[in-house]
């Protein structure tokens, strides 16, 4: 089935610091999403993407979709203590329905 | 909070046994969506439902079922229970011309 690799696996960085990662898969994407987890919680919805190319913000984060459609990317800029937790890309093709690939997780430390 | 109602939170049970996990979706969201999180797997779509019909299924065990009700709340239903259906069962819905997808709190299954 889909494989999506998301890296890091974890980072631990200081505040005010930018973060990037991201998510490559062998297979084609229609639509990007990214996601953030907190302990216990439900995944929240940061970001969607929709096409090839195209770049999107929200606040401090930064999403691309790969014009490959194989890959996408997140940015945190000026990262602070409440960005802490882990984020989640996942990839949806269209066929059989919407469902999601998700990717493993990037878990995010901040120092203060 | 993202208007996906899921209860309980917590269920702990033991092995053998049976659990009914239910959802609500978003206001208008037609569509319904299970996924699991566990440790070693991660998140993993389990089935979708649009308007009562069932859309796709994942890698769905024989053991797990779902409907979904003319009131377009959900249920996951899962039976022989066994000690590696130990996860977090979260519920996403979305609307309807569109494929982000909401995530619910999740219903935390512990099998003793």
């Known amino acids: 089935g889909q494989q999506l690799n998301q890296s890091p696996q974890s980072m631990f960085i200081q505040e005010g610091e930018d973060v990037s990662m991201n998510c490559t898969s062998s297979s084609i994407f229609n639509t990007w999403l990214w996601y953030k987890q907190d302990p216990g919680e439900g995944p929240v919805l940061l970001i969607a993407?929709?096409?090839?190319?195209e770049l999107t913000s929200n606040g401090r984060l930064t999403a691309q979709f790969g014009i490959t459609r194989k890959d996408s990317f997140l940015n945190i800029s000026a990262s602070i203590p409440s960005d802490v937790g882990i984020y989640f890309c996942?990839?949806?093709?269209?066929?059989?329905?919407?469902?999601?690939?998700f990717g493993g997780g990037t878990r995010l430390m901040v120092k203060p | 909070d993202s208007g996906v109602t899921q209860t309980p939170k917590h269920l702990i049970t033991a092995t053998g046994q049976r659990v009914t996990l239910r959802c609500s979706p978003r206001?208008?969201?037609?569509?319904v969506y299970w996924y699991q999180q566990s440790l070693d797997q991660g998140l993993q779509f389990l089935i979708q439902?649009?308007?009562?019909?069932?859309?796709a299924k994942g890698n769905i065990l024989e053991r797990f079922s779902a409907q979904q009700f003319p009131d377009l709340h959900s249920e996951l239903n899962l039976s022989s229970l066994e000690l590696g259906d130990s996860a977090l069962y979260f519920c996403?819905?979305?609307?309807?011309?569109?494929?982000?997808?909401?995530f619910g709190p999740g219903t935390r299954l512990t099998v003793l």
């Open positions: 993407l929709y096409k090839a190319g």
């Open positions: 996403a819905s979305s609307p309807r011309f569109y494929n982000e997808q909401f």
């Open positions: 439902y649009y308007n009562g019909e069932e859309r």
């Open positions: 206001s208008g969201d037609l569509s």
């Open positions: 996942a990839g949806q093709s269209g066929n059989a329905g919407n469902m999601l690939t």
